[in-house]
C-alpha cells in the first residue's frame, strides 16, 4: 500500500488535526492539574473518548466523502491510525 493516494494537503491537514488534539490534551492536563488535581481520571477518560471519536468521525467523513478509491481509504485509514498511535504515545510520554 503506497502513501501516494493521498494528497499533501490531507497529509498536512491530519497532521495539523492531530496536532491540536495532543494539544488540547496537554493543556486540559494542566489546567486541571492546577485547578481540580482529583478531576484528572475524569479528564482522562473524557479526552479519550473524544480524540477517539473525533478520530473516528474524520476517518469516517474522508472515506465517505472525499475517498475516490478503495487504495486512497486504506491508504488514509493507515496514516490516520499510526498517527493515532503516535499522538497517544507522545502525549502520554510528555505528561507521565
Not at 484528572?40 to 475516490?68: C, E, H, Q
Request: contains cysteine; proline residues 2%.
Amino acid at each position: 500500500m503506497r502513501m501516494g493516494y493521498l494528497s499533501t494537503w490531507t497529509i498536512v491537514l491530519c497532521a495539523l488535526f492531530f496536532i491540536v488534539l495532543g494539544l488540547m490534551w496537554i493543556l486540559g492536563y494542566d489546567f486541571i492539574k492546577k485547578h481540580s488535581p482529583e478531576n484528572l481520571p475524569k479528564f482522562y477518560l473524557l479526552m479519550s473518548v473524544v480524540r477517539f471519536l473525533a478520530v473516528l468521525t474524520l476517518a469516517g467523513g474522508y472515506i465517505l466523502l472525499v475517498s475516490n478509491s478503495q487504495a486512497q481509504s486504506e491508504s488514509f485509514a493507515l496514516m490516520v491510525c499510526v498517527m493515532y498511535v503516535v499522538m497517544m504515545a507522545v502525549t502520554l510520554k510528555i505528561k507521565h
